[in-house]
Nanobody, 123 residues
Framework: QVQLVESGGGLVQAGDSLRLSCAASGRTLSNYYMGWFRQAPGKEREFVAGISRVFGTTRTADSVKGRFTISRDNAKTTVYLQMHSLKPEDTAVYYC????????????????WGQGTQVTVSS
């Protein structure tokens, strides 16, 4: 069992930056492909970014490419999402998730989820 806890969300203005953190307990994150998802009101949960367990290969959604960066520190069992140039359309609850798959962009392949952290971007 892996427990994931997100932090770092908040209310910011358009153009600002935020860094989200996902801390894990129970097991090392090095065994999992890690992903960030987000869900805006009235919309489905969508993949934002993912990072592989060994080489740190990343994948980023087109909507945030060039603005968001995912990284991981297996020693500290933490995954980060650095967000720059935030836009109002980035407003959502952001979730951290862990998958036993080699790589995954679909939420169906993720085994563990955090509770989420709210990010609100004002115009």
């Amino acid at each position: 069992q892996v427990q994931l806890v997100e932090s770092g969300g908040g209310l910011v203005q358009a153009g600002d930056s935020l860094r989200l953190s996902c801390a894990a307990s129970g097991r090392t994150l090095s065994n999992y492909y890690m992903g960030w998802f987000r869900q805006a009101p009235g919309k489905e949960r969508e993949f934002v970014a993912g990072i592989s367990r060994v080489f740190g290969t990343t994948r980023t959604a087109d909507s945030v490419k060039g603005r968001f960066t995912i990284s991981r520190d297996n020693a500290k069992t933490t995954v980060y999402l650095q967000m720059h140039s935030l836009k109002p359309e980035d407003t959502a609850v952001y979730y951290c998730a862990a998958s036993v798959a080699t790589a995954a962009t679909s939420s169906a392949y993720y085994n563990y989820w955090g509770q989420g952290t709210q990010v609100t971007v004002s115009s």
